[in-house]
């Protein structure tokens, strides 16, 4: 987009190349991910498209790899994709949009190329306030009570829940969320209107009327096992902070855990019994640089700033005049002082409750309000800022 | 005692003032300890037995606390207790006696006055290589299993296990320990010829064959609510490093744990699940500097030095001729080459198999054998150093 919000013709073919690579380039890839840093996604996408690219251009690949892009590239549709993303309300975002959530790009090489997603709400600004809560498939009822206690507690304190939607820990953590009335993101490895794992439609179909459903993975598109390590880089780039609620040895979790040390998140681990294999792996993670917590209080307090002007950290806060018109609305709503229920709030901005708990998520991240138990108010901040009416 | 060995009138005076003043002072009271560096024994035991002493040698006391400091002393009558020890098997060290723990030293004025002992064994080599497992009296069946679980694994890897003889977790680790035929230590409260808790008179009378009990409190003398934390500083003083088991919020483990902290010794902490308030405590110290560990082998990673010089680190290594008649006996039995079984060493020896284990113990804290399951061999640095026959 052009800085007045509008689509330049340029931009508009910048973004459709980058739809197409997400057919072309597996999630993560760094040696194609140097590339399309050099050229741009429309030059890349020629080059891989050619026959015979100047070997100079596209350094370290051999001919049977470029033979396997190049019939990626032929075989890409992107505009069928975007249409086929839009017909299920989805949408295709791309670095340098203001919905781009800026911390991906501590990711390099290996930053999504674009991210595809379902769901009302605004990515960027329900990251900025975000905590990715992760664990084992076969979890044990005390690591599904733990992730669930934990997504209700972090919601209720105004935290998106990042989670991967598969079953045990994630789906758990994502259910705690959505019965508070929550903010939670599904970041999966396949396709946004994949259901995956099949189990998880109804959970699924909740997080995409409430939450967000994001990956890399172009419409359609089905997860590998590779895709899931790799999606983890996702969920750990994306978030302040990955708890692992229960993880054996040499599981995904820690993967995504280690990750976000090495991005510079926050690691912490929910400790459990000695003699359970399932929680080895995490009290592995506590055995190194990452930090014990036994509720949602103890995650806040270690990756929670201190006062309301926290989120200015994490990138620019929106003056009220560049808000999604649906978003001030709610913000419009709030009253001057006190704090109202979200139901009361929805009738006062004559919208659902779901779009005005979504839309009170976006302001949060934004710094503009702050959760109190089951109501929300202005941020002092927010009150004198607040045009006179 | 002399250089050679023998008690001089002079030190035998001292040690029967500092037998007296454990009648006398509580354990750990600094006041006292600190005119006791300052006069020694028999001299402070005086100026405390005078009506109206010199207000200069006994700085910041007020004459109703010199009146009852005066009380005691006039009672105490420290040949009777010697004699009432040493009826039962027991005797009392002073600093400055070989069999001194030195590493007790690190206390200050704080450091006891003396250590009443019962057992056979040398309290200064089983403390070289002994790590405090301590925790809830009312612990869960994890708790126990833990705790016992840590006391068989340290004592099979050569640990000597100190704990308080408590109900709960102190009790599950000295029987663990003795399980696997290992030393083991009991820190009390009281007179160390007094059963408490009373439903442990058989666990104690086996650790007074088996292992060593030791105190600061002379004979017959009662545990108080003050006496039991003070004696935490013991626990914690004596040790290489203080596993805590299972603890709630504000517990005495913690405050061993905590001074173990702050005396430079390693504090570590057995996790459990974060919904158990009886692993609250411990997950507070996790949270801070302790270290988490879930069992045996990574206690010992932590606290043991790598190789067998490591005893050396913590005192001089006795010379061969110097080491107890029925040490040297022990030592003596064992093959220049390969491991033999405790059994097996006591019939060489002409010894009985807790004698044999315990002197063993010794011989491990000294550098001399090492423990490879239930079998024990000379240490490469012992067979370097072994006379020819």
Redesign the interface.
């Known amino acids: 987009m052009s800085p007045d919000g509008r689509t330049t013709p340029a931009a508009e073919a910048e973004r459709i190349a980058r739809a197409a690579l997400t057919r072309v380039i597996e999630p993560g890839d760094e040696q194609v991910g140097a590339w399309l840093l050099r050229h741009g996604a429309r030059k890349l996408l020629t080059l891989l498209g050619t026959a015979d690219p100047d070997p100079g251009a596209l350094p370290g690949a051999g001919p049977r790899r470029l033979a396997g892009l190049r019939a990626r590239a032929d075989a890409a549709d992107p505009r069928r994709d975007l249409d086929t993303a839009a017909a299920a309300g989805g949408r295709f975002i791309c670095p340098g949009d203001p919905e781009w959530p800026t911390q991906l790009d501590d990711l390099g090489a290996a930053r999504p190329v674009g991210l595809w997603i379902r769901g009302g709400f605004d990515l960027r600004h329900w990251a900025l306030r975000s905590v990715a809560v992760v664990g084992a498939r076969a979890c044990t009822p005390?690591g599904a009570?733990?992730a669930a206690t934990l997504g209700t507690g972090l919601a209720e304190r105004g935290w998106t829940v990042v989670s991967g939607a598969a079953f045990g820990v994630d789906g758990a953590a994502h259910r705690g969320a959505l019965a508070a009335n929550g903010a939670t993101v599904a970041v999966l490895a396949c396709g946004v209107d994949t259901v995956y794992p099949r189990g998880h439609a109804e959970l699924l179909g909740r997080i995409a009327e409430q939450g967000l459903i994001i990956g890399e993975l172009p419409p359609g598109d089905h997860p590998t096992a590779s895709r899931f390590v790799l999606r983890n880089r996702l969920i750990a780039a994306l978030t302040r902070g990955t708890v692992v609620v229960e993880a054996e040895h040499r599981s995904g979790s820690l993967v995504t855990a280690r990750r976000a040390q090495s991005l510079g998140r926050h690691t912490m681990g929910?400790?459990?019994?000695?003699?359970s294999g399932l929680?080895?792996g995490v009290?592995e993670l506590?055995?190194g640089e990452a930090?014990?917590?036994?509720?949602a209080a103890?995650v806040a307090e270690l990756i929670g700033d201190m006062g309301e002007l926290a989120p200015a950290r994490r990138g620019p806060v929106l003056p009220r005049d560049l808000l999604a018109p649906a978003t001030a609305r709610v913000l419009e709503a709030l009253p001057a002082r006190g704090a109202v229920t979200g139901p009361r709030l929805a009738r006062e901005a004559g919208t659902s409750l779901d779009e005005t708990l979504g839309r009170l998520q976006e302001l949060h991240g934004l710094g503009f309000v702050e959760r109190i138990g089951d109501t929300w108010q202005l941020t002092l901040r927010a009150i004198r800022r607040r045009p006179a009416r």
């Not at 929910?270 to 003699?275: E, S, V």
Request: glycine share 4%; proline share 10%.
């Open positions: 005390y009570y733990m929910i400790p459990g019994p000695a003699t929680s080895a009290h506590l055995r930090v014990l917590v036994t509720d103890e």
